[in-house]
């Protein structure tokens, strides 16, 4: 399958995005489902298929890092084709990034445990979500790590506002740059606003880099490059 450019994974295409589902068969798997995009030669690859490979190795590469730096693991993460250009997979590694970097930073977690439920709300979130829902994947992982390290249900008073609160922020961003939709971006901004509310709100203090900067913007062809605040010769976060 394709990796470069964020197109149909079978054929390279350019993707076509529907306003109401479709009747779509995967590719892959010939799974028989409802979905938002095919390419303009009518492929579909579900997000099950879409994601297997790079929620996996989201979760083992954590797992095993004794990073404190969120932004310094998704780069690192991100840079293998495991991961495609866009995709749900990005809604499992941003909170596996920041549960992993809270733990190391000296967060008070069980790592493993905390990966296995991420990994169970993360895969409930929809590939495409960021324009059909009105919301983010890469904020709404972010929420999910938020939600876990404070122990927040629909019934906790205080972690169900700060967990809102997070997404919110993040989301504020993410509406600044605008689309249309980038991955990389969107973890980027999820990460820096996270990690800075885990500052605020919880008194610990992961590492984040003095500039982040994006290394995969030939892979991505709809890249804003100099709009984009992680664009190289912006030379800042």
Not at 51 to 70: I, M, N, Q
Not at 71 to 84: G, K
Not at 157 to 172: F, Y
Request: include cysteine.
């Amino acid at each position: 399958m394709a990796r470069s450019l964020g197109v149909c994974l079978v054929c390279g295409e350019p993707l076509r995005y529907f306003e109401e589902v479709q009747e779509v068969t995967c590719e892959e798997c010939g799974r028989v489902e409802t979905g938002h995009a095919v390419c303009e030669a009518g492929h579909y690859v579900c997000d099950q298929c879409h994601r297997a490979r790079g929620v996996e190795h989201v979760l083992t590469v954590c797992a095993a890092s004794d990073l404190r730096d969120p932004v310094a693991l998704a780069q690192q993460i991100m840079a293998d084709d495991a991961l495609y250009p866009n995709g749900p997979e990005h809604h499992t590694l941003v909170g596996a990034a920041l549960l992993t970097a809270y733990r190391n930073a000296g967060g008070a977690l069980d790592l493993d445990a905390a990966l296995a439920e991420l990994r169970r709300r993360s895969l409930a979130v929809p590939g495409g979500a960021c324009g059909y829902w009105g919301t983010c994947g890469a904020a709404i992982s972010a929420g999910m790590y938020c939600s876990i390290v404070l122990g927040a249900t629909p019934m906790t008073p205080v972690p169900w506002g700060q967990t809102a609160r997070l997404t919110s922020r993040i989301l504020g961003r993410l509406a600044d740059v605008g689309g249309p939709r980038c991955c990389k971006r969107s973890t980027f901004i999820a990460l820096q606003e996270a990690a800075a509310y885990t500052a605020e709100a919880m008194g610990l203090t992961m590492e984040l880099p003095a500039q982040a900067t994006c290394t995969f913007m030939a892979r991505n062809a709809e890249c804003l490059r100099t709009a984009c605040p992680f664009f190289p010769e912006h030379g800042r976060a």
